[in-house]
């Protein structure tokens, strides 16, 4: 398996265990992530943040909000330098979702994150 594979396998382990701390250690200190879920629920941010602090507070909202929020795995794509995440977002009381994301990995952390999603 590929090292970009099992990063991304270790930000599913830490997103479904709602681990912040693990999962803000994925990333780089000034990465950048873009959700349709934060047009929504952030909308002065136009969908996109910046830094582990935006991250911090954007995670903690969410997990706050969707406390059996959880993600699973369909499939794992990469090349030398991204990831792309097919998956099921899974949340009672809410249709399942097909997402795709793309993360962006320099020097074994991410810097980029890109998530779409209907």
């Known amino acids: 398996m590929s090292t ?3 990063i991304a396998l270790l930000w599913f382990e830490a997103f ?3 681990d912040i701390e693990m999962l803000l250690d994925l990333y780089h200190n000034e990465a950048e992530h873009y959700s349709p879920k934060l047009k929504i629920h952030q909308p002065e941010t136009n969908g996109l943040i910046k ?3 935006a991250l911090r507070n954007w995670w903690t909202d969410a997990f706050k909000r969707l406390p059996n929020l959880h ?3 369909i499939k794992l794509t990469s090349d030398e330098e991204q990831v792309f995440m097919e998956y099921i977002r899974k949340t009672p009381g809410e249709a ?3 997402v795709g994301e793309v993360l962006e990995i320099t020097h074994g952390k991410i810097v980029a994150s890109r998530v779409y999603h209907s």
């Open 16 to 18: 479904n265990k709602h």
């Open 51 to 53: 830094g582990k602090s």
């Open 71 to 73: 993600y699973e795995v």
């Open 96 to 98: 399942d979702l097909r």
């Open 4 to 6: 970009l594979k099992s």
